[in-house]
């Protein structure tokens, strides 16, 4: 978890107890004692109402409330459009993901900026051309996030057929197509894979260390040499 989903979840949690002890805190959000006696320290500091200390526990003044959150008009647009594309071109499930962020935005902001997220006439129709896929782009997202090498059959532009086990870096949207960067162990160097051109793709056990040379900051930085 993030340090700012943290300080949130914190603060979410003393809104809904009377008293709540450091232990129980750490517990709940799977960390330590000590690091919960940051938290707290750098909520007061923030001008938090928090009242309490460590050995006794803590509670939320009456009448405390996050924020709401403040954008500007353009940066509404900015986020609605983003959202609209990721639904009209991305997988399904991370379409939903798109939705939600929506929905929690929408939940927060006042009721002026509430109207200019429904009213914004910046579309992403959905009746376009994507080539098909037959392997799972969630799969590769948290092979992504997990640095888990992935196993697939791929076939390149002539149609010939191989089996690579690569270093899975990033994925990339160009146009009708999705694009996997990664470290390619079978030529020992980065490759580009097209999503549409996989098949029987294999999430691995296997882990793989972040090296240099092997990265996704090296990948990119070969366009620059």
Partial sequence: MRRADRLFEIIQI??????????????KLEISERTVYRDMRDLMASGVPIDGEAGVGYILRGGYDLPPIMFEEEEIEALVLGVRIVESWADPKLADAAG???????????ERLRRHMADTALLAPSDHYAEPLTIDPTALREAIRKTRKVEFSYRDREAAATRRTVRPLALAFYGPVWLLASWCELRHDFRAFRLDRMAELAVLDEVFPIEPGKTITDYLAQDTR
């Fill in 14 to 27: 003393l809104r809904r107890r009377k008293l709540v002890r450091a232990r129980d805190l750490a517990d």
């Fill in 100 to 110: 939600r962020v929506i929905a929690k935005v929408e939940a927060v902001v006042p």
